[in-house]
C-alpha cells in the first residue's frame, strides 16, 4: 500500500490540454445555450408586457365606447373616425373628449414600430375637441399617454386600420362616412411585434364594442292621403324611440330646408307647419313637391322630399 501511495505516475501532458480543451468547448456550449435562453427569455418578457399593456388600453378603449356620451346639441358623440385616428366624448366630465390613434409616420421601414397614444382634452372641456391631425406625445391642447409600444399595423409600407366602423353602404357597397353618428359598432385590431422581421412572428389583439349610447339618425317617411290632402309622417321611425320633431315644406321643386329644420320668423311662403300631420292647402294644384324635414332631441336632421298627385 505505501509504495502504491509513493508512485509519481499519472496524467501526461497531452492528456491534461486535451481534457481542458474539452472541458472550454463543453463550457462555452453551455453558457452559448444559457445566453441565449436569457436573451429569448427577456425578448418574450418584452413582447408578454407589450401585449398585456395594449391590451389592458384597449379594454379601456371598448369600455369608453361603450359608455359614449349622449350627445348635446349640435355636437355628435364621435368628432373623428379614421383608421388610426378616433375622438369621441365619453360620460365622464372631466375626460369629455378622448382620442387614440398612432403615427403612421413611425413605422413606414421594415423594423418600424409605433406607440398607441391615448390623449385626453387638456383643462376644461369644449363642444370642439382641438383640429390635431398628427399624433404624437406634445399634440397641442391634449394630454397624452402611451398605452403601449410595438405596434406595427403600418410596418413596411402596411395599411392595416386599427379601427374598423360599420359605415352605411351605397348602392355599389362604398361606405358612407359623411356622418359619423351612423357608426354603431367599432372593432379594434392591433398588429403587435417586439422585434419586427425576426422570430416570433407578430401577434393580433382584436377587439369590438357595440355603442349602446349612440344616438342614430331617424328613418323618414310618409304617406299622402288625396281625400284631404293629408301628409302623414307615422312611418318615420327613431332607432331611440325619442320625440321627433316634423317641419313640412312645399313647392314645385326640391327644397333645402334649413339647419334644425325649423324656418325662421316671419316662415315663408312655402313652409306647411309643425307636426306629425299636415293639409295641403286647397289653393296648390297638382303635382306638389313635398319635403319633411325631422331632427331628433341630438340634432340629428333628415329629410325627404316625394312628389304627391291629387
Known amino acids: 500500500m505505501t509504495a502504491r501511495l509513493r508512485r509519481q505516475d499519472g496524467f501526461s501532458l497531452p492528456e491534461v490540454l486535451i481534457a481542458m480543451t474539452i472541458m472550454l468547448v463543453i463550457m462555452g456550449v453551455t453558457l452559448t445555450t444559457l445566453d441565449r435562453a436569457r436573451t429569448n ?35 355628435k358623440s364621435i368628432n373623428r373616425a379614421l383608421r388610426t ?11 369629455r373628449w378622448v382620442r387614440y390613434c398612432i403615427n403612421t409616420a413611425d413605422p413606414l421601414i421594415p423594423t418600424g414600430k409605433a406607440s398607441l397614444w391615448y390623449q385626453v382634452v ?6 370642439t375637441p382641438p383640429a390635431t391631425t398628427g399624433c404624437s406625445g406634445t399634440d397641442a391642447g391634449w394630454t397624452s399617454q402611451s398605452v403601449g409600444q410595438s405596434v406595427v399595423n403600418a410596418r413596411n409600407g402596411l395599411n392595416r386600420p386599427i379601427f ?6 351605397d348602392a355599389e357597397g362604398n361606405d358612407i362616412t359623411t356622418d359619423a353618428s351612423a357608426i354603431t359598432r367599432i372593432r379594434t385590431e392591433l398588429w403587435v411585434d417586439t422585434n419586427p422581421g425576426k422570430a416570433p412572428v407578430e401577434q393580433r ?14 328613418v323618414v317617411d310618409f304617406t299622402f292621403s288625396a281625400t284631404g290632402r293629408v301628409l302623414n309622417a307615422s312611418p318615420t321611425t327613431d332607432f331611440e324611440g325619442r320625440r321627433l320633431n316634423y317641419h313640412w315644406y312645399y313647392g314645385p321643386s326640391a327644397i333645402t330646408p334649413p339647419p334644425g329644420c325649423a324656418p325662421a320668423d316671419p316662415p315663408p311662403a312655402n313652409y306647411l307647419g309643425f307636426g306629425i300631420v299636415q293639409k295641403l292647402p286647397a289653393t296648390v294644384t297638382s303635382p306638389q313637391t313635398v319635403t319633411l324635414c325631422v331632427t331628433d332631441p341630438g340634432d340629428l336632421q333628415v329629410t325627404l322630399t316625394k312628389t304627391v298627385t291629387f
Open 205 to 218: 389583439l382584436s377587439s369590438g364594442a357595440f355603442l349602446r349610447n349612440q344616438n342614430q339618425a331617424p
Open 164 to 169: 374598423t366602423y360599420n359605415w352605411p353602404k
Open 41 to 75: 427569455q427577456r425578448l418574450d418578457e418584452r413582447r408578454t408586457e407589450s401585449q398585456e399593456s395594449l391590451r389592458r388600453g384597449v379594454d379601456q378603449l371598448e369600455r369608453q365606447l361603450r359608455n359614449l356620451a349622449t350627445p348635446a346639441t349640435n355636437v
Open 122 to 127: 387638456s383643462g376644461v372641456p369644449s363642444n
Open 85 to 95: 385616428d378616433l375622438i369621441f366624448q365619453t360620460a365622464d366630465p372631466l375626460k
